[in-house]
């Protein structure tokens, strides 16, 4: 696994200040897809929540269908899964805002919960402690919710720009969470896609179609099991 190979991809990140579009764009991504983001309740199949910022929303696609969310839910069709897959994804997210909005998420019944969140806070500075216990909590709010609920924790990783501490301590939030919730853990969610131009939109910030494919195949190795168990 690649670690840090690509600082000018997460210095324009931190320079454009995404999240001050959240607002903007979480309307049009939370409307815009009937497929994903408000799948119907289809009887004897059960229920895969992303659950993340602008890259699971899949900001900047055409349609959000082409996130990785959606190519997974083609995946499954495919391969005649019991599964349907809603997108909760939010352009700008951080933990403490998807901490504010589990509650509402979880109201509906979920088999499988696939929690992407906390490069926004890296890219923030925030203590890398604070994300870790909204990431906790919001796992301990999923368990009480349904202890049979199986989690995936996607991994994210700062630039060494931050300083050498920073991004250690934020490298190490995902796998002390998954060791100690015993989660499902994608070590990092952009590997072979950060930092590569081709696959990446105009702003090298956010994958372009292209780019959430080789999102989908990554998070499919860890997902897959799951799905067959």
């Not at 497929?35 to 929303?57: E, H, M, R, W, Y």
């Not at 994804?89 to 992407?116: K, M, N």
């Not at 906390?118 to 202890?147: E, F, M, S, W, Y």
Request: net charge neutral; hydrophobic share 45%; with cysteine.
């Amino acid at each position: 696994m690649r670690t840090n190979v690509f600082p000018v991809f997460y210095q324009t990140l931190r320079a454009l200040r995404v999240w001050r579009t959240a607002a903007f764009a979480a309307c049009a991504l939370l409307t815009a897809s009937p497929k994903i983001v408000a799948a119907p309740t289809n009887a004897g199949l059960k229920t895969i929540l992303f659950f993340g910022d602008s890259i699971t929303a899949g900001y900047g696609l055409e349609d959000p269908a082409q996130a990785y969310p959606g190519l997974i839910e083609d995946r499954i069709e495919r391969e005649h899964l019991p599964y349907r897959v809603v997108n909760a994804g939010l352009s700008g997210e951080t933990t403490a805002g998807g901490l504010r909005r589990i509650d509402w998420i979880l109201r509906q019944p979920v088999a499988i919960f696939v929690l992407e969140l906390g490069a926004n806070d890296g890219l923030r500075g925030l203590p890398p402690a604070q994300a870790q216990a909204n990431l906790q909590t919001i796992i301990d709010k999923v368990r009480a919710k349904d202890p049979a609920v199986k989690i995936v924790l996607e991994g994210m990783m700062m630039p060494t720009n931050l300083g050498a501490e920073y991004t250690h301590a934020f490298a190490a939030i995902y796998p002390a969470l998954a060791e100690k919730n015993h989660l499902t853990l994608v070590p990092f969610l952009l590997d072979r896609v950060g930092g590569v131009p081709s696959l990446n939109q105009a702003d090298a910030i956010h994958p372009n179609a292209q780019g959430h494919a080789v999102l989908a195949e990554t998070v499919w190795k860890s997902l897959a099991p799951l799905l067959r168990e």
